[in-house]
């Protein structure tokens, strides 16, 4: 692929992906808590804390506010960005394999040529396999940013920060009154403290406003610091199986709706000398479409893949002397996908694998749709 068309690929997915992700993060905050709520217990340890996709909006918005809303924003917009770009980017360039690999078999496709919906669903899937390595990193830092309002009550020194939260900031003095004082000096294997994070962030004690969860830079480091470079992957398979069959889904729907409004619009008979370019509506429209089966394929993937990456977040370690053989026996491996998606079938069952299913469905729709009106709209603009 020439570089100034891997660029445009890459500057048009961009800023299509950064567009979708602004005005549709409330709603994928939701479906993240939605799906994370299910491996921790509610209020009364034995209901759900959110009701519905509605009911979480307003309960975020009631205890934190707007900026609750996009709480964890910088990740997911440099994450839709390099994801558009990325899956953009690879479908192009498996486009040309294909018709490279057409072209050494005797079968012409010149890149004029529309490829055929077969053809197209094999490089949708290939470049769905190739961005799932990209976006698991920060789909994880996403996740547990969404989360960590909902961590529950650990304020006892027998319970110690999630891996993910800053481990290295000093232990506040809780005074009387309920003001907070950082110590001048803290140590990591003190338990008879309270690190800042363990405690509860709804507490009447610590109101929320209060406290200042980590950002991105200081997840990443707590990742990396606990489970290595290897643990920024957590939850890849449930990304992987997403975004191949996800992938193959979206661009062979929007595909299909787009040459169908196309063909209903222009005589075939012109259709069969030229390609024309689709109408805005028309890629809007069929970009709505194909977000919609994209969203629903697989979802049960992303719920187990969602739940995989909150579980540390929500449900911190005991803490136990360093070396000891109970230290040992407790340190928990990273759930697997097939025993989490066991796990929570055997609980909730298969609507529990669609939890928050409508609230993505609700917002992929028009979110799928401004990124081919983007995407559409600037190879028309600039071809």
Same mark, same amino acid.
């Given at each position: 692929?020439?570089a100034?068309?891997?660029a445009?690929?890459?500057? =048009?997915?961009?800023l299509?992906g950064m567009?979708?992700?602004i005005?549709e993060?409330?709603?994928?905050?939701?479906k993240?808590?939605?799906q994370?709520?299910?491996?921790?217990?509610?209020?009364?340890?034995?209901?759900?804390r959110f009701?519905?996709?509605l009911d979480?909006?307003?309960?975020t918005?009631?205890?934190?506010?707007v900026?609750?809303?996009y709480?964890?924003l910088?990740?997911?917009?440099?994450?839709?960005m390099?994801? &558009?770009?990325?899956? =953009?980017?690879?479908?192009s360039?498996?486009?040309?394999?294909?018709r490279?690999?057409?072209s050494s078999?005797n079968t012409?496709?010149?890149?004029?040529t529309?490829?055929s919906?077969a053809q197209?669903g094999?490089?949708?899937?290939g470049a769905g396999?190739? &961005?799932? =390595?990209i976006i698991t990193p920060i789909?994880?830092v996403?996740?547990?940013?969404?989360?960590?309002?909902?961590? %529950?009550?650990?304020?006892?020194?027998?319970t110690?920060?999630? %891996?993910?939260?800053? %481990?290295h900031?000093p232990?506040?003095?809780?005074?009387?009154?309920?003001?907070?004082?950082s110590?001048?000096?803290?140590?990591?294997?003190?338990?008879?403290?309270?690190l800042?994070?363990?405690v509860?962030?709804?507490?009447? &004690?610590?109101?929320?406003?209060?406290i200042n969860?980590p950002?991105p830079?200081?997840?990443?480091?707590?990742?990396?610091?606990t489970?290595?470079?290897?643990g920024?992957?957590?939850g890849h398979?449930? &990304?992987?199986l997403?975004?191949t069959?996800g992938?193959?889904?979206w661009f062979?729907?929007?595909?299909w709706?787009?040459?169908?409004?196309v063909a209903n619009?222009? %005589?075939?008979?012109?259709?069969a000398?030229h390609?024309p370019?689709?109408?805005?509506?028309?890629?809007?429209f069929?970009g709505?479409v194909?977000g919609?089966?994209?969203?629903?394929?697989l979802?049960?993937?992303?719920t187990?893949?969602?739940?995989?990456?909150?579980e540390?977040?929500l449900?911190?370690?005991a803490?136990?002397?360093?070396g000891?053989?109970?230290?040992q026996?407790?340190?928990?491996?990273p759930?697997? =996908?097939m025993?989490?998606?066991?796990?929570m079938?055997?609980?909730?069952?298969?609507r529990?694998?669609y939890a928050?299913?409508?609230?993505?469905?609700?917002?992929?729709?028009?979110?799928?749709?401004i990124?081919?009106l983007?995407?559409?709209?600037?190879?028309?603009w600039?071809?």
């Open positions: 692929m020439p100034r068309v891997a445009k690929e890459i500057a =048009f997915g961009s299509a567009v979708s992700e005005l993060y409330p709603f994928d905050l939701a993240v808590r939605l994370a709520q299910l491996i921790v217990p509610g209020p009364t340890n034995n209901a759900l009701d519905g996709p979480c909006l307003m309960q918005w009631r205890d934190e506010g900026r609750g809303l709480r964890g910088p990740a997911p917009i440099v994450g839709s390099a994801e &558009t770009a990325a899956i =953009f980017l690879s479908y360039a498996f486009q040309n394999l294909i490279s690999v057409s078999s012409h496709l010149d890149r004029s529309p490829l919906i197209l094999l490089a949708a899937a396999f190739v &961005t799932s =390595f789909e994880l996403k996740c547990k940013m969404q989360v960590q309002m909902m961590n %529950p009550v650990h304020a006892h020194p027998s110690q920060s999630a %891996p993910g939260r800053i %481990p900031r232990m506040p003095i809780i005074t009387s009154d309920g003001r907070i004082h110590s001048p000096t803290t140590s990591r294997s003190n338990a008879s403290h309270r800042i994070h363990d509860a962030y709804k507490s009447a &004690t610590l109101p929320t406003q209060t969860p950002g830079v200081s997840l990443i480091r707590s990742i990396v610091d489970h290595g470079i290897r920024l992957w957590l398979t449930g &990304t992987l997403r975004e069959g992938s193959a889904a062979i729907v929007k595909e709706v787009a040459r169908r409004l619009r222009i %005589p075939k008979d012109t259709l000398h390609s370019k689709l109408l805005p509506w028309e890629s809007a069929s709505a194909a919609a089966v994209g969203a629903l394929i979802y049960p993937a992303d187990v893949k969602s739940a995989i990456q909150t540390e977040e449900r911190p370690r803490v136990m002397k360093p000891s053989a109970a230290s026996s407790s340190r928990r491996l759930s697997t =996908f025993g989490t998606l066991r796990r079938y055997s609980v909730y069952g298969l529990g694998l928050g299913c409508g609230m993505t469905v609700a917002r992929a729709v028009p979110s799928s749709g990124i081919f983007v995407y559409d709209g600037l190879n028309a600039f071809a």
